[in-house]
């Protein structure tokens, strides 16, 4: 990488403030040694003591910053900016598409153009693969699958049967879609259990992502469904019969139990738990390990945390009624003593108070 | 599928009331959009209504179910029939048994009857394969495990060696089996953790389900246990010497630290936090997210909630008394107020009240 | 295993008491059945009594324990002798170095001595394999990758391109290291996600340990790091721009947020939960899920737990205090009523309490 700095901020449709003909070899993280030779990003004003500080040739800065000693590429959006910048400057490296000899395809296999398929990888029976796509090393994908254009499988992820995956969708290494929903019944008279046959598949819609080590079940009849756009971080668990919606991020180790449906919009936090036959509606926000109980409806763009989850402030003014629930046992105590010494006739008082 | 209602009520011993000599050409989730031909199952009277609303053709019911203008299938556990009726309808297929020739296979190696063994798959020395027994794509078994007849490894699931694996089992993908427990010790001279080798090893009973992503560490020494019928969800953590009971159900992303052990038929919800040398007896149930401390002995057929776990009842009246703690705040500071009014004497009051 | 008492101790410094001739075959662990001719350990001199109970032919023991019917071997530490006695009555087993023929190795690959690499593994272009490395069977390493001497790659791991191992790592089967971070920003006039591309790597030092199925993300830019020493349980997710400090030890089902810090010699519980931008000073404590919020500064020594995570002794203050609660509000409810029966002008009361 060696551009200008007018030339980064014409990547991204900023305008420049100081000396834009300096070239630039990088972009650095705002913490630790950042190279004289580098730029930064904030997305706050009141960063920008901290990113002169660094000593940063330039600095990717909101509109709202007019002035700096350090050369400016000012933009409404930073973040946004930031994610256009690296594109630019960091272009994605796709594979030399081939079909590597020691992957295994199966029969009535069909594959579109230039699709990579990586050493070692597997396809089953029928698989119909995309365009573009690419396969990565000692991936599983098995029979009867179909996988949109464009899209990646990274290596050692796992496709079960049926699976339908659209365009553009990237999955992770280890994540396993399609495994079997989690469906047992007690027989009273053995008193062991059935499995109930998990017969439904899944279906990934265009542009999702899904992130390392997320596992989605399979419906039990039907489909699980992940709505175009959706973004599932690492160590997620989807049960069976779920249906996240457009545009949602769900962020790391959260757990969605059966049949729940998340709307179009929302954002989990991580480690959040979200019981069975739940409805979170559009534009939900739950913030990290919020608890949602089984059958719970959660209104459209309500703002939640805690387990079971209220709304924000609510648990914040308990959190800060616990913290002081000490002083208040040691005042209603006080009153009791002072009521005694007055002389008002009391019954016997909380012994463990 | 196609089998009228009269052939579906004969295949899970259902008595069917209405016209029983309609096609059901599959069976629909209760939620979404039914075809007018399929068939609908409820577990309780009371969702009846709904049921009817769906336009199914039949509705599996249970026996108090006595009339509907929907053709019913009435039995007295609608649940367990309709394991039974996905198993008639959606009979599983096995693959063609075979080894793979891309499959590498160690030294004197055992193998069963009909065994199939995936394209590269990987097995290693001195390993036992049962009859019948299915080994996925990319699944490796490392030496000297043993699996019983009719088990089956899914694709990339991983058997560290001296893995011991019963009858009729199912390993789900991405499933790691016998990895070291999470043992060292910090040595006071270097101030470095010195590693507690992990000698022991992993028996999985009959009738086992792992799903898809969990963890199962190998003992320290002698063995990490999971009895005839466990099943266990995706992403859960077992930690080493640990020991879980028959027919116990552990759901997703529960961690189960170091020598706790789980009673039979107890079922552990999601999240769900047991430290070590925990004991749960028999017939325990802890409901999602709950948390026991380490050594704690729970009850048999106890029902518990919470971090630190405590009966349901209990936390129940806990979050209620929480929820109202701020008004409880001002109802102190009122009767102070009241008592000063009516010139009671009071010592100084609780600043932060 | 078959050594005497005498040679036992000598293996591991302690002194031996009673007869110290006899042969020993095995290790037991404490619970359970153990053989007349094994040999148990105990780190507390409490616990005596059940070691001699268990019928065991020799006690490793502290120094404290000066005297039984049973032989003992005696040290400073039990714990670290046990460690010591495993590995050496156990010695690790290393597979016979050799370049597997299924196993694909890519262009201008630059391989050590004594290198082990497994049935069809994948090794990427330009990788860099240390001195005595083992890969295992159907791991993947992406290229660019660089693998420092003596380190362990379990079967079915993946590492992402660029991915820095140091010496002596081991890494455990299912781990996804250099996944991308979870990074999208909303594209206010499509009100779709932009993916932030995620181009920086993973750098995990000497003698870091990574267990079964955890996930660690590379940077945005930069590095992700995990310092020398650093021990991972299985199934933690560790995200992108995070630093692991020296001989920090990380349990299981953690999730570490992006751009968090974890010093040196912090112990951090299971299922703990540490936001974004955090700090965690050196010798920190986090009990068992221990929740941080963003942006936290946690300072040395603290041994915090609970969301948000207190010093233990207050967040026990307040389980007590939250349990006592309603006989609270029975107190306060009966002081109202006293004031009311004596006559004393009273507002209306809370109507919920």
Chains 1, 2, 3 share one sequence.
Not at 48 to 62: H, K, S, Y
Not at 220 to 225: E, K, L, R
Request: proline letters at 6%; a negative charge.
């Amino acid at each position: 990488m060696n551009l200008t700095i007018r030339e980064l901020a014409d990547a991204v449709g900023g305008e420049t403030c100081g000396d834009d003909t300096r070239a630039i070899s990088g972009i650095a993280p705002l913490e630790g040694d950042v190279p004289a030779d580098h730029l930064v990003w904030i997305q706050n004003a009141e960063l920008l003591p901290m990113a002169e500080r660094t000593g940063a040739a330039c600095i990717l800065a909101p509109s709202a910053v007019t002035a700096s000693a350090t050369s400016l590429i000012r933009v409404p959006n930073p973040k946004l900016a930031f994610a256009h910048l690296l594109r630019h400057c960091y272009p994605e490296s796709r594979p030399t598409p081939g079909i590597h000899p020691s992957s295994m395809v199966g029969a009535d296999v069909r594959l579109g153009m230039d699709v990579t398929i990586g050493p070692n990888a597997v396809l089953g029976d029928r698989v119909t693969v995309g365009d573009r796509v690419v396969i990565g090393a000692c991936a599983v994908v098995e029979q009867d699958c179909r996988i949109g254009d464009d899209t990646v499988i990274h290596p050692t992820a796992m496709l079960y049967r049926d699976t339908q995956i659209g365009q553009r969708v990237t999955i992770h290494a280890s994540v396993v879609i399609g495994c079997d929903g989690f469906g047992f019944v007690m027989d009273p008279n053995t008193q062991r259990y059935v499995k109930i046959p998990q017969v439904g598949n899944v279906i990934i819609e265009d542009e999702v992502e899904i992130s390392a080590g997320t596992t989605v079940d399979r419906a039990t009849i039907g489909s699980t469904i992940l709505r175009r756009g959706a973004k599932i971080d690492n160590l997620v668990q989807i049960a069976h019969n779920v249906i996240i919606g457009e545009d949602t991020a769900v962020s790391a180790q959260t757990g969605v139990a059966g049949s729940s449906t998340i709307g179009d919009h929302c954002v989990i936090g991580g480690q959040a738990g979200i019981a069975d036959h739940v409805t979170v509606e559009s534009r939900a926000v739950l913030a990290a390990r919020s608890g949602l109980a089984p059958g719970k409806v959660l209104r459209s763009g309500s703002v939640v945390w805690g387990t079971p989850a209220q709304p924000i402030a609510e648990v914040k003014r308990q959190l800060a009624a616990i913290r002081r629930l000490p002083e208040l046992r040691a005042e209603v105590a006080a009153l009791r003593k002072a009521l005694e010494e007055a002389g008002v006739p009391l019954p016997e008082g909380e012994s463990r108070a």
